[in-house]
């Protein structure tokens, strides 16, 4: 696990320093969170049996990380984006909202992009219900 870590913030770097000099942005996510260290864990991985989930206890397999970073020439370029990015710093995020954050950084306007979903927008939904399994309210099961 220690290793998997280090050189992922290896990379990560490497490509943070590809674009530090452009007018770029960098959008980073991990595919799954892992549940190592954690608070009252007796096992170190992911759980594979939909039953054993308690998200009280195994809640670091749901949180992932999420950053975006800015070129010191992105920052001033668009100030507006920079901002909105730095005002969401809190806001409850889910995966299956990636999309509508993209298609605005990008620039891209369709029917199906909704600015409640776009986790910088000023509008961004974040009331809105985050299920784990399609039934389990996340915030709900985890802050009882």
């Known amino acids: ?84 990015t730095l005002m969401a710093r809190s806001n409850k995020f889910m995966t299956d909202d990636l999309p509508h954050l993209l298609l605005y950084l990008a620039g891209i306007k369709i029917k199906d992009y909704f600015e409640e979903r776009n986790v910088i927008s000023p509008s961004f939904n974040s009331n809105r219900r985050r299920l784990v399994l399609k039934t389990i309210d996340y915030d709900k099961a985890l802050y009882q």
């Open 1 to 84: 696990y220690d290793n998997a870590t280090l050189y992922n913030d290896f990379v990560l770097n490497k490509i943070v320093e590809q674009f530090r000099n452009k007018d770029a942005i960098i959008v980073y996510l991990s595919d799954h969170g892992e549940d190592c260290y954690g608070k009252d864990v007796n096992m170190a991985g992911r759980l594979t049996e939909v039953e054993q989930i308690n998200l009280r206890k195994y809640h670091e397999e749901f949180e992932i990380p999420f950053w975006i970073w800015c070129s010191p020439i992105y920052k001033q370029r668009h100030r507006k984006i920079f901002t909105e």
